[in-house]
């Protein structure tokens, strides 16, 4: 059985505009596990290409500081996970571009729509904190995916390259987990700047946890 080892507590949205109808024409032939785990490599190569454009507007989107300094040290993490990818494609002798991750392109466009609202500024730091969670879903799915095809494959340096990439979703994933517990939940919980409209930043901090985002 091929088991993906990795923990996804929902699964979101992806995209208005995806259908579960089978489209015709695609040009993809998937005849054996390699055709599959080079179409899954493609994949998350736009979709990491995607999320590099996505990620300096979340950061600047946001009003908590550790928010955004979260945001910032993921694009960082995500220009050496693009990186990666090219090393795995190059080593398996296929081209890394080529395909469009419908998935990265619906939950970003969802999140846009979180960066672009108005209102309080810490029930808005926890809407993006939630929009980009479910994008760290996606990629620890596709990440398991991957590595567990280069396993089966005994592709053992494109299962360890992947195996890093996918560490460093985790820890992005609970890294934003700890700033949603920091205090920015429950501020943005708090009925009476809610009632009082307020929209002054926030520095993300406080005492007490709200509830998880995952």
């Keep these: 059985m091929i088991a993906n080892r990795f923990r996804v507590e929902g699964w979101a949205r ?69 990186e990666r990818l090219e090393r795995i494609c190059e080593g398996l002798g296929i081209k890394a571009k080529g395909k469009t991750c419908q998935a990265m392109k619906g939950l970003i466009e969802e999140g846009q729509e979180i960066l672009s609202a108005d209102g309080d500024a810490a029930a808005k730091d926890a809407a993006i904190i939630g929009a980009a969670q479910k994008i760290e879903h996606y990629e620890i799915a596709g990440y ?30 609970e890294r934003l987990t ?25 520095s993300g901090k406080g005492n007490g946890k709200g509830p998880r985002q995952r």
């Design 178 to 202: 700890e700033v949603a517990e920091s205090g920015l939940n429950q501020e943005a919980a708090e009925p009476d700047e809610v009632a009082a409209g307020t929209n002054s930043p926030r």
């Design 14 to 82: 992806i995209g208005r505009s995806q259908s579960l109808t089978p489209k015709q024409g695609t040009g993809m032939k998937l005849n054996s596990l390699r055709d599959v785990f080079e179409e899954n490599l493609r994949d998350l190569y736009n979709a990491e290409t995607q999320l590099l454009k996505a990620l300096p507007k979340m950061a600047k989107a946001a009003s908590s500081e550790e928010l955004r300094e979260a945001f910032e040290e993921h694009l960082e993490q995500t220009r050496g996970q693009v």
């Design 144 to 173: 398991g995916t991957a590595r567990t095809f280069a396993e089966l494959l005994d592709e053992a340096d494109a299962a360890r390259l992947l195996q890093e990439t996918l560490d460093e979703e985790e820890a992005a994933d």
